[in-house]
């Protein structure tokens, strides 16, 4: 069984469409994450949730939209795309009272054209 | 700002040999937990090995060990026998609470035929 998955693992999309990418754990974890790699494979952090509240928001611009319908599922919505966001973006999940490490999806290459 | 310096952005060494990436952090807390995560090509995120900032002992994996120098801030990861498959970028990262995981910049590390 897949610990986080998250789907779909590529994505190609016109500028100026809106996007979705779903992300699932099924660890049990409290926190979940959205991190962002760019083309230098520099991980940056874009949000975090524990417990389905929102704990860490990045400088991210507005037209990303993180939404937790409960603590297993994180999804992130992004609006008009531009060429900018293209990007690796990676779920991941932990648990916040033990320090564990955090598992990471197999990532989603967006690609926007 | 709490960093992680990751100061090789590339290294290469021939197969069988021993490398060690280097990696500092800063932080202000006592009890925190580091990190290593390599990214090979297929781009999945692996935990490599982990350390408890309040344990003295160097963290042992297989062929991948630790040097955690705490009062230097020092986490550097040590990869014995290394193998063709060890190629990868290696990330150091740092969490403690419930703060973001945060990761150095990254080394790519080629083993060489």
């Known amino acids: 069984d897949t610990a986080v998955s998250q789907t779909p693992k590529y994505l190609v999309t016109q500028m100026g469409n809106d996007k979705s990418i779903k992300c699932e754990q099924n660890l049990g974890h409290d926190t979940m994450y959205w991190y962002k790699q760019d083309s230098k494979k520099f991980l940056k952090i874009m949000f975090s949730?524990?417990?389905?509240?929102?704990?860490i928001n990045e400088t991210v611009p507005n037209r990303f939209s993180p939404k937790s319908p409960d603590k297993a599922h994180l999804n992130l919505h992004i609006n008009s795309l531009e060429l900018g966001d293209s990007a690796v973006y990676f779920c991941a999940s932990s648990q916040s009272d033990s320090n564990t490490e955090a598992f990471f999806g197999q990532g989603t290459r967006l690609t926007v054209v | 700002a709490q960093t992680v310096t990751q100061s090789q952005p590339e290294m290469s060494v021939q197969e069988a040999e021993t490398v060690t990436l280097s990696c500092t952090y800063d932080t202000s807390e006592n009890n925190y937990y580091l990190f290593w995560y390599k990214q090979p090509p297929s781009r999945q995120m692996i935990l490599v090995i982990r350390?408890?900032?309040?344990?003295?002992q160097n963290a042992t994996e297989n062929r991948f060990s630790v040097n955690f120098q705490k009062a230097a801030k020092s986490f550097s990861l040590k990869i014995s026998d290394s193998q063709l498959g060890d190629t990868a970028m290696y990330f150091c990262?740092?969490?403690?609470?419930?703060?973001?995981?945060?990761f150095g910049t990254g080394t790519r590390l080629t083993i060489i035929p």
């Open positions: 949730y524990n417990n389905k509240e929102l704990i």
């Open positions: 350390q408890e900032a309040y344990k003295q």
């Open positions: 990262a740092r969490i403690f609470g419930n703060e973001k995981l945060t």
